[in-house]
């Protein structure tokens, strides 16, 4: 059975892959054979470029992990990868044509698989690109996956989502993700970092996110994120901060029924709201 492509946010073009190859999960093999040797090089030089800026930027945990993603010197096999997490963590990567619907994503997650776009960006794109492709998946997310906290609440997003899903809240969860999982920042002993993969997959973001005096940083609050919109073709005017894994994982931990029930009761906010009294 073929499934339909899916578009989140705003975009005006359709989405590239080729959801042809999928299957009823939306998952699909790598098509290893597909890279040219210039996709290949153009892995390298993202790797490369964005390795530098890590130090002093990106979170313990992601520095320690990103070997385990294997040689920089070009696309790695999803299933050499696999091994190594796997035995990390239990969890593994599988491919998909591009972005997937939420219900078989939340299912996906909910088993300890995550999904990654096998394709890569062109080189016209190199410095942005806004859906996300391989480089971003791989590089940006699968290194939490071996950190045993990071993962299992990876699994209880997951899970989460799918409850969400029965309350009609997708999209007040989508928030959370959003400024954790793709651009949450992480107060450490030596100082602010970097562990949403969104951040981390860019070099420009990587460097605002951390450094910049420009945007606000505000400790995570579930309820503030859920108000929150975003905007997903610019950087985020607002950062959430949390300071440990674990303090991830127990915040997030309540049922959200009567969470998401509270903030519909009150107004959403914009990307670039200050903080407002409660
Ligand atoms: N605790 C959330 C619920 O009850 C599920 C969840 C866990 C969501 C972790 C996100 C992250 O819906
Ligand atoms: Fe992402």
Not at 12 to 41: F, I, L, N
Not at 97 to 110: D, R, S
Not at 180 to 196: C, K, N, P, S, W
Request: with cysteine; proline share 8%; charged share 25%.
């Amino acid at each position: 059975m073929a499934v339909e492509p899916v578009v989140y946010g705003a975009s005006e073009r359709p989405p590239r892959g080729d959801y042809a190859r999928a299957g009823a999960d939306y998952t699909c093999a790598q098509d290893y054979a597909a890279y040219s040797a210039a996709d290949h090089d153009t892995y390298r030089r993202l790797y490369v470029r964005q390795a530098a800026l890590l130090p002093g930027r990106a979170c313990d945990a992601f520095i320690s992990a990103l070997p385990s993603l294997g040689a920089s010197s070009h696309i790695p096999r999803f299933e050499e990868i696999n091994e190594r997490l796997h035995k990390a963590t239990g969890w593994e990567i599988v491919g998909v044509p591009g972005l997937i619907p939420e219900v078989p994503f939340f299912t996906l997650l909910a088993n300890r698989k995550f999904p990654v776009t096998d394709w890569i960006r062109r080189p016209q794109e190199f410095d942005y690109i806004v859906e996300p492709d391989v480089f971003h998946d791989l590089f940006g997310h699968v290194p939490l996956l071996f950190n045993p906290i990071f993962a299992d609440h990876m699994q209880q997003y997951g899970q989460g989502g799918l409850k969400a899903d029965g309350l009609d809240a997708c999209e007040l969860l989508s928030r959370l993700y959003w400024y954790t999982v793709e651009f949450g920042l992480i107060q450490q002993a030596d100082g602010l970092r970097a562990y949403g993969a969104g951040i981390l997959s860019s070099p420009g973001e990587l460097q605002y996110a951390v450094e910049s005096p420009e945007p606000q940083r505000l400790p995570l609050d579930i309820e503030r994120v859920m108000r929150t919109r975003y905007k997903i073709d610019s950087f985020q005017q607002t950062y959430f901060v949390i300071d440990s894994f674990k303090t991830l994982f127990e915040k997030t931990a309540p049922d959200f029924a009567p969470v998401y029930a509270r903030v519909r009761a009150m107004p959403e906010l914009a990307a670039d709201a200050r903080p407002v009294a409660a």
